[in-house]
C-alpha cells in the first residue's frame, strides 16, 4: 500500500572522488583527471524517475555543472527542482565565512546561467552546519535561498546536530532550514533517510522505518542519495581506512533495485512541492 502523504526526494549530484571521506586521495587539483561517472549515473537516476513519474531535487555541485551543462539542461528539461550542494564540496567549518560566501555565490550562478532557472534551495556539503558554522545560516540568506536542507539532528562522527529541530523552522528572516528526517524511538533521534543507512538495512526495515515517522508525525519526511551510490561499476579507491571502505562501497549493486521498492510503495515530489506550505 502506497502512504498517500508526498516526501521530498533529493540527489546530491557529486562523483565518486569529491565526497568527503575520500579529500586526501582525490585532491582537487587531480578532479580533472579522474574518470567522470556522474553524469551516466545521474542520466540513469533519470530513467528511472521517469519511469516512475516521480520528480526530485537535484542538489548539484558547481564544479559538475560547469563540466555537464547539458545535464543541468535535462534536469531542469524533466521538470525536476535544481539546487545548490557549493561548487567545490568544501565542509563549512573547513572555510571561513568570506571563503564559503565565494563558493556558494559562484555556484549559484553557474547553475543559474547553466539551467536558466532560478535556484532557491541549497544543501551543505556533509550536512556540515552546525553550532559551530551557523553563521553560514546569514550567507545562504543574504544570496536570496529561500531553504535550505543542511542539518541532520543525529548522533554521526562526521556530522550531526542531535538537538537541533527535527521539523522545518525559520533559521533566519526569509531562510526555512529543512533538517533531514529521522524517526524518534527510545528517545533517540535514529537516521531513516538515506545515504549509507538506506544500503545498511535491509529494504524492509527502511520501509517500516519510514511508515512509523509517516504514522507518527505530520511533516513529511526526506530522502537523499548520490548517483555513485547507484554505480557499483565506479573505481575502487585505494588506501582508505576500514571504515570509510565499509561506508561507501556497502551494497551498492543493491541500491538501484531498492530505490525503485521506495519509488511503488511511498509518494515522493521535489522539496518546492513538498514544502511548499512551510515556504
Ligand atoms: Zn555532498
Same mark, same amino acid.
Given at each position: 500500500?502506497?502512504?498517500?502523504?508526498?516526501?521530498?526526494?533529493?540527489?546530491?549530484?557529486e562523483d565518486?572522488?569529491?565526497?568527503?571521506a575520500?579529500?586526501?586521495?582525490?585532491?582537487?587539483?587531480?578532479?580533472d583527471?579522474?574518470?567522470?561517472?556522474?553524469?551516466?549515473?545521474?542520466?540513469?537516476?533519470?530513467?528511472?524517475f521517469?519511469?516512475?513519474?516521480v520528480?526530485?531535487?537535484?542538489?548539484?555541485?558547481?564544479?559538475?555543472?560547469?563540466?555537464?551543462?547539458?545535464?543541468?539542461?535535462? $534536469?531542469?528539461?524533466? #521538470?525536476?527542482?535544481?539546487?545548490?550542494?557549493? &561548487?567545490?564540496? =568544501?565542509?563549512?567549518?573547513?572555510? *571561513? %565565512?568570506?571563503?564559503?560566501?565565494?563558493?556558494?555565490?559562484?555556484?549559484?550562478?553557474?547553475?543559474?546561467?547553466?539551467?536558466?532557472?532560478?535556484?532557491?534551495g541549497?544543501?551543505?556539503?556533509?550536512?556540515?552546519?552546525?553550532?559551530?558554522?551557523?553563521?553560514?545560516?546569514?550567507? $545562504?540568506?543574504?544570496? #536570496?535561498?529561500?531553504?535550505?536542507?543542511?542539518? &541532520?539532528?543525529? =548522533?554521526?562522527?562526521?556530522?550531526g *546536530? %542531535?538537538?537541533?529541530p527535527?521539523?522545518?523552522?525559520?533559521?533566519?528572516?526569509?531562510l526555512?532550514?529543512?533538517p533531514?528526517?529521522?524517526?524518534?524511538?527510545?528517545?533517540?533521534?535514529?537516521?531513516?533517510?538515506?545515504?549509507?543507512?538506506f544500503?545498511?538495512?535491509?529494504?524492509?526495515?527502511?520501509r517500516?522505518?519510514?511508515r512509523?515517522?509517516?504514522?507518527?508525525?505530520?511533516?513529511?519526511?526526506?530522502?537523499y542519495f548520490h548517483p555513485?551510490?547507484?554505480?557499483?561499476?565506479?573505481?575502487?579507491?585505494?588506501?582508505?581506512?576500514?571504515?570509510?571502505?565499509?561506508?561507501?562501497?556497502?551494497?551498492?549493486?543493491?541500491?538501484?533495485?531498492?530505490?525503485?521498492c521506495?519509488?511503488?510503495?511511498?509518494?515522493?515530489?521535489?522539496?518546492r512541492?513538498?514544502?511548499?506550505?512551510?515556504?
Amino acid at each position: 500500500m502506497t502512504h498517500r502523504q508526498f516526501n521530498a526526494l533529493t540527489i546530491d549530484v557529486e562523483d565518486y572522488f569529491q565526497v568527503a571521506a575520500f579529500s586526501k586521495q582525490y585532491p582537487k587539483e587531480t578532479w580533472d583527471l579522474q574518470e567522470l561517472r556522474v553524469e551516466k549515473s545521474t542520466r540513469r537516476i533519470l530513467s528511472i524517475f521517469e519511469k516512475h513519474q516521480v520528480k526530485a531535487t537535484f542538489f548539484t555541485l558547481g564544479w559538475v555543472a560547469q563540466k555537464c551543462p547539458d545535464l543541468i539542461k535535462e $534536469i531542469v528539461d524533466q #521538470g525536476h527542482e535544481l539546487g545548490c550542494h557549493g &561548487y567545490w564540496h =568544501n565542509k563549512i567549518n573547513e572555510q *571561513t %565565512p568570506q571563503q564559503f560566501r565565494e563558493d556558494l555565490s559562484l555556484a549559484k550562478q553557474i547553475l543559474e546561467q547553466t539551467s536558466g532557472v532560478e535556484v532557491c534551495g541549497y544543501r551543505a556539503p556533509s550536512f556540515s552546519i552546525n553550532k559551530e558554522s551557523s553563521w553560514a545560516f546569514d550567507i $545562504i540568506n543574504e544570496l #536570496g535561498f529561500s531553504y535550505s536542507s543542511s542539518t &541532520y539532528p543525529i =548522533n554521526h562522527d562526521h556530522y550531526g *546536530t %542531535p538537538d537541533w529541530p527535527r521539523f522545518p523552522y525559520l533559521v533566519r528572516d526569509s531562510l526555512l532550514e529543512i533538517p533531514v528526517s529521522t524517526l524518534r524511538l527510545c528517545g533517540k533521534n535514529l537516521p531513516i533517510s538515506g545515504g549509507g543507512y538506506f544500503r545498511l538495512y535491509p529494504y524492509l526495515l527502511s520501509r517500516w522505518a519510514l511508515r512509523r515517522y509517516l504514522l507518527a508525525e505530520s511533516s513529511p519526511s526526506l530522502f537523499y542519495f548520490h548517483p555513485w551510490e547507484i554505480d557499483p561499476l565506479q573505481p575502487r579507491t585505494e588506501n582508505i581506512s576500514a571504515k570509510s571502505k565499509f561506508r561507501h562501497y556497502l551494497n551498492l549493486s543493491k541500491f538501484e533495485q531498492r530505490l525503485e521498492c521506495l519509488l511503488v510503495d511511498f509518494n515522493w515530489s521535489t522539496m518546492r512541492d513538498v514544502y511548499q506550505k512551510y515556504l
